[in-house]
């Protein structure tokens, strides 16, 4: 454990830092711990060290996870999922987690709606961007998001919260800052776009590699797992 906590004082450090040499408060800036791939025993170490975040990429994968970690610690959790969702996984998403951080298409939001209504509890969501226009990953282009930010106001069940994105890999943290900037613009012409409703403010981009630029941009939550649980290899 006390590597886990002397990686977490140093996360900490730097996200101070990092707002503080941006004019930013550091306690706008909020840690996402990604815990995927991790066992539930890491977690509740995480947990005693005052982590109260964490984000999961498979909903499988979650659910064992959320049930396990809540056997070893009762103090209240909020879990996110960041990973692609499917459709048909849509259902045990919307029960198991607070917040969806992946949503980037229509019929996705919908079936999201309905779910959440269905469980009875309001399910915070993020838009999903492609920022960089990459192929092989998920999010909505740019011009898709006043639609899609209109379908998901319009639902009782859920909460617009915010933007997230998944930016180019860059050996130079620098060379992510042209997309991270870009989303902080995105945010700003959607809020413009969205009229008298509350301006969204949340903005989750930069990992492990690119934390400190992203509080730079504007970032309120970092996802970061490397850099707080160390190396991994996914399954």
Known sequence: MADLASRLAEIRSRIDAAARRAGRDPAGVRL???SKTQPPERVAQAVRLGVRAFGENRVQEAEAKIEAVRRLTDV???WHLIGTLQRNKVKRSAALCDVIQSVDRAPLVESLSREAAAAGRPLRVFLQVNVDDEPQKGGCAPAELPALARLADESPSLELCGLMAIPRACADPEGVRP???RLRELLGELNRARGSRPPL???SMGMSSDF???VSEGATWLRIGTA????REDP
């Open 212 to 214: 400190e630029v992203a």
């Open 201 to 203: 403010r949340e903005l």
């Open 32 to 34: 996402l711990a990604v």
């Open 76 to 78: 209240p959790l909020e």
């Open 228 to 231: 707080l649980f160390g190396d």
């Open 179 to 181: 997309s991270f900037a």
